[in-house]
């Protein structure tokens, strides 16, 4: 039937309408379920079919009459339109219920889970893909519910006979002609929900809001309202999909959307349907929600009470509607690689032995501030919070479960404005929480928010809300602790609309919790565990403080300083400040221009650790730009833009106007692929030379000779520059911290002597194809042994395959592999294997053509034999026999890399100087601490020297409890403040002093060594400023006496940090 409507878009619109026969179930109160069963039904009385028809229009979804189908229509279904839910004929019995999995009679179907997540099922098929995550279900219906559980999940095969194998998988779409079909093997994936035809209804204009309550109105921001009703969907065809953070949201957008009249919303994937449906949904569907256009009427005018404002007679207000508002929550800057929560292990027993914790009811000796300073046993970040055992944690087995602490942090990026809950259901044994400033920095028991501690018996949840303001940061923390036993730690989060932000079941990083933010002004970055302090080398700005410059004296000047306890002491002893012209001092030197080095000075300038001598001999990005430019990389592109962003110093460079090339290039590149190493290499070049124009950076073209460290940890390092440069022939520097960023070079052939007939190709030659083909004779026969299956060895592999194939059609290889090839996989929120298994295209060719099942039919078996062995007499025997004759020619051994050649390093007496032998002890073998990244050799820590990059990697453990180093450009980056620990002076301490004006220049800078009270303490550096009055001041400085931080009335606390910055230079000084 036809016939006429107001719409809210002020247009006429003729609807042709048809009404559908769907074999379903009873309606239930008005509209019915289109998936029930199938009863026996009455005969088809006089009027409308099944009991639940209204009036005007037939009930689309009633019974099918147990008769002949009334005239004009067919049987499921009606001459226009066949029932696309009617069960498929495929001369199985037919299900008591619809919807349901059960192969092979759903084959073909459409299911849909408890949250209304869609699937179409193919039985019999298997799709060969990547598996994110290998479980178990006793039903192919259970499997797919498991899926619809898994955010990262977009489809599943079900392995019937053998264990009732559940494996779930990232791949979308159908199974094709070209995978497998294999019986009792089945495959489900995700759709978007089926649509239908549906009638339009002309209903009365109201507003409404949900899920407060069905059949409500919503009158949105741009003048339309719309109908909503919840646990149903109109299912007609879809216009567009988008994701909203609210059913508010969606109606917002179709109200702004011409074609749009009606939504369908997905709660649980926040996707909006967008279609043009006139009138009432009619699918019974959880988990959806859905609100249909009832266009302009009162949509402005207000409640009846407001006679005042009238609507003109297109059903629109007289006065204009609002102008359109961008779609979607704000959303915080990500393209740092800040998302996730911070969290830390520590161990929670005093130094006797004894616990942290057993001291009564509640714990009130638990002190959360003494792990503000405590060593941590290690660190990471994690999407969730929240656990159910002491071990393992977050894929982390504690060293001691049972006397365990965590410290977790984050900043909350308010999406929206409104309230936000913290609640903590239960603990074992105590959980503290700070939210606000205190959670960035001054934490203490005594100003948290929420204290709870273990009580046996049931727990009464303790929860704390606070309102929180659209598009801003807010700082939280969580310390949890355990005293002995077993451990469980409940928290949940939830955001203004009842949707929780975080928990212990959150999979994926959300996008509202981030470490810090990209500007690292708004959110600046927390301190690094085990040292809360935020101090840093500030200007003179909010609070006064003068820098200090690491000089070995070499006179003394003399001042007056007035204490308040012992009165004048006259003549204090002061050291000359001014270092030595011939050994200049810097707040840090860096040896290597590779990416570790580069992340490092692009770290220390973030830090104003300055000025920085920078000594490499080229200064064009490496070994990795030099040797390895035509090296695909095993990372997104995206992480090479995170690391050109990664600081400050760096984005200074890369929002240049216009735009570095290379930056650009990466920029037009797919980010979520990989590229060659090149676009990484001229890169780094870029950055490099723009770090050269710092004015507190001294780029030095040469190399380190040599270094010695005093007892004092200060380091002096003579360099010598590069031939050609008009830089003195030697030279020496000073420093406190020494940074190794040599890198690394392949390892040197393995084998023995007697194999010596085997001209070696190197590596770098091997990975390199234009530099391969030219060390190989074309038109000569050429048998090489690779001996290796690491990601380099596949490269090399490949290589030779590709010119054996093309232009040295004389080229055989043997290959030597100890193991099968092993992947990195990835799960969702972490990568197994993430550093040492194949990757990106070398893994994809690696499937493709090496793999058993694809072998024996691989183009690559044609130039390529395989030779399997396993360490020891087997492995020897096989190199004899393979090795031994005169057949193979050439030898590449792709087993690994060691460190590049070090300088002379060597510890000095408080005599010794590098030109004398005296007093000098040699630095032996260095090994570098995972952990901590601290440098060490047989005698210990080695004061104020420490390596990053390929050489000295960062130690990680991932969930399953694997070791690995972390080794890549992002990888480097995120472990600089871990090497260098450089945001984190010590505690303050203070003293109290007077100053009388005229005593000396006001200008002068003072380093001292006070005497005051009695107490000998290294004393710091200071200026007394221009207009200073006299009285009593408090000076704050750190206790190894390295700079003064803040110089105030001694009446007055020092100043306590804000996370309002305008700049980092701005910072104010924390306690």
Known sequence: ????????????????????????????????????????????????????????????????????????????????????????????????????????????????????????????????????????????????????????????????????????????????????????????????????????????????????????????????????????????????????????????????????????????????????????????????????????????????????????????????????????????????????????????????????????????????????????????????????????????????????????????????????????????DISILWVG?????????????????????????????????????????????????????????????????????????????????????????????????TLRHLHQKAIWRAPLDYATATGLRRFTVETTKLGRVEESVIPDPHPSVSRPLYGAIVVGAGPAGLATVGTLLDEDVKPILWVDEKFQGGRLNARYREVPSNTKVSLFIAFARATAAFRKIADQDPTPPAYAALQAMDQDTGCDLAAAGDMCVELTAGLGKEADVVMQYGHVDAGSVNEEGVWSVATRPSRGTEAKEHAIATTRLLVLATGARPLPPRLPDTYGHLSPLHLDTALSPTLLAKALPKNEDVKIALIGASHSAILVLRNLYELARSTHPGLRVKWFSRHPLRYAVDKGDWILRDNTGLKGETAVWARQNLEEGVWEGSDVKGYVQKIFTTPGEEEKAAYERELGSKDVDMICEAIGFEKSDLPRLARSSPRASLDEKAGVDSIGRIEADGLTGSLRDDSGEIKGLKGVGIAWPERVTDKEGNVESAVGLWKFMSSAPFAFDIASPLPLNSFVCSFTKGLFDPKMLVKSLLVLGGLATLGSSFILPRGLSNGVYQVYYNEVGEEVFELVPADLEPTSPTLEQTKRDDEIVSR
């Not at 066949?82 to 009679?105: I, Q, R, Y």
């Not at 009464?460 to 602790?481: C, H, L, N, Q, S």
């Open 437 to 533: 400033p205190a959670a960035y920095s001054g934490f203490t028991r005594a100003n948290a928010n929420i204290v709870q501690s273990f009580v046996s018996g049931a727990q009464t949840p303790v929860t704390y809300t606070v309102t929180f303001e659209e598009g801003k940061y807010y700082p939280m923390r969580v310390i949890w602790a355990n005293g002995g036993g077993a451990g469980v730690m409940s928290f949940e989060l939830k955001g203004p609309d009842g949707k929780v932000i975080i928990d212990a079941s959150t999979t994926e990083p959300s996008p509202f919790l981030v470490q810090y933010s990209c500007d690292e002004t708004t959110a600046p970055r927390f301190a690094p565990f085990g040292n809360p302090s």
């Open 1 to 428: 039937m036809g016939y006429i409507t107001n719409v809210s878009k002020s247009a006429i619109l003729l609807v042709l309408t048809s009404f559908i026969w769907v074999d379903s179930g009873l309606a239930q109160s008005e509209y019915p379920n289109p998936f029930a069963a199938v009863p026996p039904a009455p005969p088809a009385p006089a009027g409308p079919a099944g009991g639940s028809a209204q009036a005007e229009y037939p009930n689309p979804f009633a019974p099918v009459p147990s008769g002949p189908p009334a005239t004009g229509s067919a049987a499921g279904g009606t001459e226009a339109y066949p029932n696309p839910f009617a069960p498929v004929t495929s001369g199985c019995s037919t299900l008591a219920d619809t919807n349901v999995a059960v192969c092979p009679t759903s084959d073909n179907s459409v299911y849909y889970t408890s949250d209304g997540t869609f699937f179409k099922i193919q039985c019999n098929h298997h799709l060969w893909t990547t598996t994110i995550q290998t479980t178990t279900a006793p039903t192919f219906q259970e499997c797919i519910d498991k899926c619809s559980q898994e955010n990262t999940c977009n489809s599943v095969n079900y392995d019937a006979p053998n264990g009732r194998g559940c494996s779930l998988l990232s791949s979308t779409g159908a199974a094709i002609a070209s995978d497998i079909a294999c019986p009792n093997h089945h495959y489900a994936y995700k759709i978007d929900p089926p649509t239908q035809p549906a009638k339009d209804e002309m209903l009365v204009a109201c507003s409404t809001s949900c899920p407060s309550a069905n059949g409500l109105r919503y009158s949105s921001m741009f003048g339309e309202t719309f109908r909503i009703n919840c646990g149903k969907r109109h299912g007609t065809e879809y216009l567009k999909t988008d994701k909203q953070a609210t059913l508010k949201d969606c109606m917002d957008s179709c109200a702004s959307y011409i074609p749009c009249h009606s939504v369908d919303y997905h709660d649980r994937s926040r996707t909006c349907y967008y279609s043009n449906h006139h009138g009432e949904p009619t699918i019974v569907t959880p988990g959806f929600s859905s609100a249909y256009s009832l266009g302009c009427a009162s949509s402005c005018c207000g409640s009846a009470a407001s006679s005042s404002k009238q609507c003109n007679s297109c059903n629109s207000c007289s006065e204009a509607c609002v102008a359109p508002k961008p779609l979607g929550p704000p959303m915080p800057d990500l393209s740092c690689g800040n998302q996730g929560l911070q969290y830390a292990f520590y161990s929670n027993t005093k130094p006797d032995g004894s616990t942290n914790l057993f001291t009564g009811t509640g714990y009130p000796t638990f002190d959360p501030a003494k792990f503000k300073t405590d060593p941590l046993q290690y660190s990471g970040t994690t999407p969730s919070i929240g656990f159910s055992s002491a071990t393992p944690i977050y894929g982390n087995a504690p060293t001691d479960p049972n006397y365990t602490v965590i410290n977790h942090r984050a900043y909350i990026f308010a999406q929206q404005s409104g309230t936000y809950t913290f609640r903590l259901p239960l603990v074992d």
